[in-house]
C-alpha cells in the first residue's frame, strides 16, 4: 500500500512533529550550503531521492506549492517530470484523471496533484500505484500548506499548544484554512474565524472539528477586528475547558457568549485568506465586507505580539507596507516550502 498524503490527518500527531523538528534541521543545512557558496562550511544534504523522480500533475495555477516541490525534490537528489500545463496533456482529449494517475505512477516513484475538484486527490490515489501527495483538491484540502504554516508558527511561538490564532477571510472556499482549522484544533491551538459573510466554514467541517476534537472555534465578523487589535483584551474565551466537548450549534456570531468568566488573552497570530473567486459559485458575495489589514491596524500597540501570516497569494488582504515589519511572516511560510516538503518526500518515499 502506498503512503498517500490526501488530507492533514493522513499524518499523525508524532510525524507531524517529526516533520516539523526535521524541517527546522533541513532549514539549516539549506542555510549552511547557502553559507559555504559565500566561503563557510557546507553541510551535507542527504541525497535521499537520488535515482528517484517525482511527477508534478498541476491542473490549476501554482507558484509556490509547485515550484517548492521541485526544488525539494532536486535538492534531495532527485528528478522532477512535469506536463507544464496540464492542458498539453492527454487530459485535453478527455483523459479521466483515474487513467492518468494510473499511469505516471509507471514513469515516477511520487506523484503530487493539484486539481480543482474537491476530493480529486483521493480519486486519483485510489488508482495510482505509488504515493501520491495532494497540493491542493478544489476547496477540500491542502496539507502540505498546512505543514508550512504550523512550522512557521511554532518556530514563532515556540509551540502551538495554548496560542491564539485568527483566521479570516474565504473560509467557505479556501482549502488552506480547512487543513490549518483542523491542524490547530489538533495541537490545541485557540482559534477565532473571521468569515466575510457568506463565506463561513462548511458545516460539516466544523462538525468534525467538533466531533474529533471537542472543539467549537469563536466566531468573530470582519469588523471586530479593529475592536480586537484595539482593545485585544476584549477578547476573550474559555480557558478553563477550551477544548472540551462543548455542544455544537452553528457558525453564528458568538464572540460576546464567551467573554464571560474568562482570563484576556493575546492574538497571537492572524491568518488571512483571499477570496476564492475562482471557485466562486454565484456573485451574492459581491461587494461583501473582507478583511483587510493595513498599517492602521497591524501598528497597533495591542497587536505587537501577533505574527501575520497568509499562504498566499494576496490580493489586497495585506497592505504591502506591512512586508519589512518582522512580524510578517508570509514569505518566511513561502520560503518553508523547501525543506518541509524535502522533509515530507524523503518520508513518503522511505515507506
Ligand atoms: N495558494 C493557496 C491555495 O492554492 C491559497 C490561495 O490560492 O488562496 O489554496
Ligand atoms: N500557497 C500556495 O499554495 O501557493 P500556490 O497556489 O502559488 O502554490
Not at 505574527?307 to 497592505?319: A, C, D, F, Q, Y
Amino acid at each position: 500500500m502506498s503512503r498517500h498524503v490526501l488530507a492533514i490527518s493522513d499524518l499523525s500527531d508524532e510525524e507531524i512533529e517529526s516533520i516539523l523538528r526535521r524541517a527546522e534541521e533541513m532549514e539549516a543545512t539549506l542555510e549552511r550550503r547557502t553559507e559555504a557558496a559565500h566561503g563557510g562550511d557546507a553541510g551535507a544534504i542527504p541525497r535521499s531521492a537520488a535515482g528517484r523522480i517525482m511527477a508534478t500533475l498541476f491542473y490549476e495555477p501554482s507558484t509556490r506549492t509547485r515550484l517548492s516541490f521541485e526544488a525539494a525534490m532536486w535538492r534531495l537528489g532527485g528528478a522532477v517530470i512535469s506536463a507544464s500545463d496540464m492542458k498539453s496533456s492527454s487530459a485535453s482529449k478527455g483523459e479521466t484523471l483515474a487513467d492518468t494517475a494510473k499511469v505516471v505512477s509507471s514513469y515516477a516513484d511520487v506523484l503530487v496533484l493539484r486539481h480543482f475538484w474537491d476530493g480529486a486527490a483521493r480519486v486519483a490515489a485510489e488508482h495510482a500505484d505509488v504515493p501520491l501527495i495532494n497540493a491542493g483538491d478544489g476547496s477540500h484540502e491542502h496539507p502540505t500548506q498546512t505543514l508550512c504554516d504550523l512550522y512557521t508558527l511554532k518556530r514563532a511561538k515556540g509551540t502551538l499548544r495554548g496560542i491564539t490564532v485568527a483566521i479570516g477571510g474565504d473560509l467557505k472556499r479556501g482549502r488552506t484554512a480547512h487543513s490549518l482549522v483542523r491542524a490547530l484544533a489538533r495541537f490545541k491551538a485557540n482559534i477565532v474565524i473571521i468569515p466575510a459573510r457568506g463565506m463561513e466554514f462548511p458545516d460539516w467541517l466544523l462538525q468534525k472539528v467538533a466531533e474529533e476534537y471537542g472543539y467549537r472555534p469563536t466566531v468573530a465578523r470582519p469588523g471586530d477586528l479593529k475592536a480586537l487589535a484595539r482593545d485585544v483584551n476584549a477578547l476573550y474565551l474559555a480557558p478553563a475547558r477550551p477544548h472540551q466537548l462543548t455542544l455544537f450549534t452553528d457558525t453564528e456570531f458568538d464572540l460576546q457568549e464567551r467573554l464571560a468568566e474568562a482570563e484576556p488573552i493575546t492574538l497571537d497570530a492572524l491568518y488571512m485568506t483571499r477570496p476564492q473567486r475562482e471557485r466562486r459559485d454565484d456573485t451574492t458575495d459581491d461587494g461583501v465586507e473582507y478583511l483587510r489589514v493595513d498599517t492602521d491596524t497591524f501598528q497597533d500597540p495591542t497587536m505587537r505580539h501577533t505574527v501575520l501570516m497568509h499562504p498566499l497569494p494576496r490580493t489586497g488582504e495585506i497592505s504591502s507596507a506591512l512586508d519589512r515589519d518582522p512580524r510578517a511572516l508570509y514569505f518566511r511560510q513561502a520560503a518553508s516550502g523547501v525543506p518541509v516538503r524535502m522533509v515530507l518526500v524523503e518520508m513518503v518515499l522511505a515507506e
